[in-house]
């Protein structure tokens, strides 16, 4: 009866946080891409007023990867004994590497709050290859997969499938050439916690 209570509610616990860490990330992205453009200059310093901006998406990154981990363990878990361990490694795999660049990016935005500026400007150009180039190909690697999963144990319906398939071509392809195309990620993970509520909510007791 406990393994079935637990088995019960990790749904609502994968749709809980992923809702949490979709709005986060978003959030995070809105504030940098506002405050700090992709094509300003690399050594240009960031505005006095913008300055905020920075700071609190930098606040909100780990909670972000924090929420993004129970996402991942939540969503194991409600594969339960189906899963495979090939597409299980690639799932670990894909989620951490992309919580541990995202924190990568994070950190190298920092540099661009010091005063002054370094001369080679370093910090800017590399958290945005970091983000866009590393942490969003990873993205990509993990919608393939958890959409694999769903659709092998008819957990997501086709339409939800083939929004992950779609997802993961535009992050994979245009990750790092078009500028808000970073949203694409947090924008699948809310769609999918919404399914995974309502199916919960609609699940008989």
Known sequence: MESTTRRMRTPRAAGAAGLVFAVLLAAAIVLMRIAVPSGSPADAPVAEDDRWAVR?????????????LWFMGALREHAGEGEDRFVSTVFLGSGCLFVATLF????AAGTVLQEPVPPSGFGRPFAYTVLTTYAMRMAAVFVFVTSTIGHRLGVFPRPLVVLGLATGLVLLALGSGVPWVELVFPFWVLVVSLHLLRTHLRRPA
Request: aromatic letters at 18%.
């Open 56 to 68: 609190l998406a930098l606040e909100i990154v780990p909670f972000a990867g924090i929420f993004f």
């Open 104 to 107: 990568v990016a994070a950190a």
